[in-house]
């Protein structure tokens, strides 16, 4: 069953942390036929369907078709958002206040005069033992308010100072807590929180929009669409002359220096457990596949922007419902080169979808991706690509609704490609 805008706004809906993507994306797999792995255990020594989780990140493969090369997608599970201080009580003229502190990117103006849930993770005592519970609100317990026009300054708008101006508002009168309140929620006692790893979400759910049904609108595209779309592309691959690998990292928004980011080992050891476990081989046999593997790092691009068209690369024009997007960056913000850009090109022909080609422009400073530090950190040539959208970092996003099956079936095609290109 092809990728879908609808089922895009099914998997945002179901996953509002990281460790939600992982959870539903482990559902889907698990329906799927792939059994889970322990990091901690031995390994079968037969190929099959399997995938593993490491806190907010998680690696799938099928590795049937034996001792070949790996054709791997690459994403990212977090988004930027605000999340909850480690002492996050307040009380400020009579309000009881939650300390908020920015994650990543945020575009923070998109945030104020929402109604916000909270989601994330409880470390907890249990048993004796530490264990991690899910937790998530979808009550529109939190807010945080915009200033009045009439006490600004220039009555043309505020920035929020991120200190100061992104804390929300969830009661008034004496001070409370707020983590024994989700703790409460949660079915834990609040002294047997020993951890927490709580965020913000957005309420509104996910849709579809504009006359002709033509958009998403949803919070985190950026970058749930490459987690949904590569999750979809390895169930519908039908691998022959390579390993199709997803891998799914959390902290990319914060520069994924972390256990379980994408400049973590976990990729690499994956890989070559994949290798050992298998028995195809040693070590040496694990390094021969890597050098004729190849990576496609997928995030998000941005659509030339209707109302800001100046803000982007002339004669580049980036378009939603056009396909797919090729993201090049000569001082490689983005990994892309021409042997890469050429596998991603014949995937997109083979999938029968038309290819976009990005540039930021040279005056503006460019963001980047997984795509440089995992190429960096495995020595595998990859391609940097993503799907078009307006709105990058916003609370809530928009992307072509067409756009899903598109990026999906490029994915898939990468994934599975009928004619292979070796490393140059």
Same mark, same amino acid.
């Given at each position: 069953?092809?990728?879908?805008?609808?089922?895009?706004?099914?998997?945002?809906?179901?996953?509002?942390?990281?460790?939600?993507?992982?959870?539903?994306?482990?559902?889907?797999l698990?329906?799927?036929g792939?059994?889970?792995?322990?990091?901690?255990?031995?390994?079968?020594?037969?190929?099959?369907?399997?995938?593993?989780? !490491?806190? $907010?990140?998680?690696?799938?493969?099928?590795?049937? @078709?034996?001792?070949?090369?790996f054709?791997?997608?690459?994403?990212? #599970?977090?988004?930027?958002n605000?999340?909850?201080?480690?002492?996050?009580?307040?009380?400020?003229?009579?309000?009881?206040?939650?300390?908020?502190?920015p994650?990543?990117?945020?575009?923070?103006?998109?945030?104020?005069?929402?109604?916000?849930?909270?989601?994330?993770?409880?470390?907890?005592?249990?048993? $004796?033992?530490?264990?991690?519970?899910? +937790?998530?609100?979808?009550? %529109?317990?939190?807010?945080?308010?915009?200033l009045a026009?009439h006490?600004s300054?220039?009555?043309k708008?505020?920035?929020?100072? @991120?200190?100061?101006?992104?804390?929300?508002i969830?009661?008034?009168?004496?001070?409370?807590?707020?983590?024994?309140?989700?703790?409460?929620?949660?079915?834990v006692?609040?002294?047997?929180?020993l951890?927490?790893?709580?965020?913000?979400?957005?309420?509104?759910?996910?849709?579809?929009? /504009?006359a002709g049904?033509?958009?998403v609108?949803?919070?985190r595209?950026?970058?749930? +669409?490459?987690?949904?779309?590569?999750?979809e592309?390895?169930?519908?691959?039908?691998?022959?002359?390579?390993? %199709?690998?997803?891998?799914?990292f959390?902290?990319?928004?914060?520069?994924?220096?972390?256990?379980?980011?994408?400049?973590?080992?976990?990729?690499?050891?994956?890989?070559?457990?994949?290798?050992?476990?298998?028995?195809? $081989?040693?070590?040496?046999?694990?390094?021969r596949?890597?050098?004729?593997?190849?990576?496609?790092?997928?995030?998000?691009?941005?659509? #030339?922007? @209707?109302?800001? %068209?100046d803000?982007?690369?002339?004669?580049? *024009?980036?378009? +939603?419902?056009?396909g797919?997007? *090729?993201?090049?960056?000569?001082?490689? !913000?983005?990994?892309?080169?021409g042997?890469?850009?050429?596998?991603?090109?014949?995937?997109?022909?083979?999938a029968?979808?038309? *290819?976009q080609?990005?540039?930021?422009?040279?005056?503006? @400073?460019?963001g980047?991706?997984?795509?440089?530090?995992?190429?960096?950190?495995?020595?595998?040539p990859?391609?940097?690509? /993503?799907?078009?959208?307006?709105?990058?970092?916003?609370a809530?996003?928009?992307?072509?609704?067409?756009?899903?099956?598109?990026?999906?079936?490029?994915?898939?095609?990468?994934?599975?490609?009928?004619? /292979?290109?070796?490393?140059?």
């Amino acid at each position: 069953m092809p990728a879908s805008p609808q089922r895009l706004c099914e998997f945002i809906d179901a996953s509002p942390s990281p460790f939600h993507v992982c959870a539903t994306a482990a559902r889907l797999l698990e329906a799927a036929g792939y059994t889970e792995l322990s990091e901690s255990e031995a390994w079968p020594d037969s190929g099959g369907k399997f995938f593993t989780v !490491r806190a $907010g990140s998680l690696v799938a493969w099928d590795s049937t @078709p034996g001792a070949v090369p790996f054709r791997i997608v690459g994403g990212h #599970t977090d988004s930027p958002n605000l999340r909850v201080k480690q002492h996050p009580d307040r009380v400020v003229a009579g309000w009881q206040v939650v300390a908020l502190q920015p994650y990543g990117g945020a575009w923070l103006n998109s945030w104020l005069d929402r109604d916000l849930g909270i989601s994330g993770r409880l470390s907890v005592l249990d048993a $004796g033992q530490v264990a991690h519970r899910l +937790v998530r609100i979808d009550d %529109p317990i939190l807010r945080v308010p915009q200033l009045a026009i009439h006490l600004s300054d220039d009555r043309k708008g505020v920035s929020p100072d @991120p200190q100061r101006h992104v804390n929300a508002i969830w009661g008034v009168g004496e001070q409370r807590s707020f983590v024994g309140f989700v703790a409460e929620r949660a079915g834990v006692r609040e002294s047997d929180v020993l951890g927490f790893d709580l965020m913000t979400h957005d309420l509104a759910p996910s849709a579809i929009t /504009g006359a002709g049904r033509e958009f998403v609108s949803a919070p985190r595209l950026d970058n749930q +669409v490459t987690c949904y779309a590569g999750l979809e592309a390895l169930l519908a691959a039908e691998p022959d002359s390579h390993i %199709p690998v997803l891998a799914l990292f959390d902290h990319e928004e914060v520069g994924s220096q972390s256990d379980h980011g994408a400049q973590s080992e976990l990729l690499l050891t994956v890989l070559e457990r994949i290798v050992l476990a298998g028995g195809r $081989g040693g070590r040496e046999d694990f390094l021969r596949r890597c050098a004729e593997s190849m990576i496609a790092s997928g995030d998000m691009a941005h659509a #030339t922007h @209707p109302n800001y %068209p100046d803000r982007h690369e002339p004669g580049h *024009l980036i378009a +939603v419902n056009a396909g797919p997007v *090729l993201k090049v960056q000569p001082n490689l !913000r983005y990994a892309t080169d021409g042997r890469t850009a050429a596998a991603f090109a014949l995937a997109c022909r083979q999938a029968g979808v038309p *290819l976009q080609r990005y540039e930021h422009r040279a005056d503006l @400073p460019c963001g980047s991706t997984i795509g440089p530090m995992t190429a960096a950190r495995t020595g595998i040539p990859t391609v940097d690509v /993503g799907a078009a959208q307006l709105a990058m970092h916003s609370a809530r996003e928009v992307m072509g609704a067409a756009d899903v099956a598109a990026y999906s079936a490029a994915l898939q095609a990468f994934l599975a490609p009928a004619a /292979g290109t070796r490393r140059g």
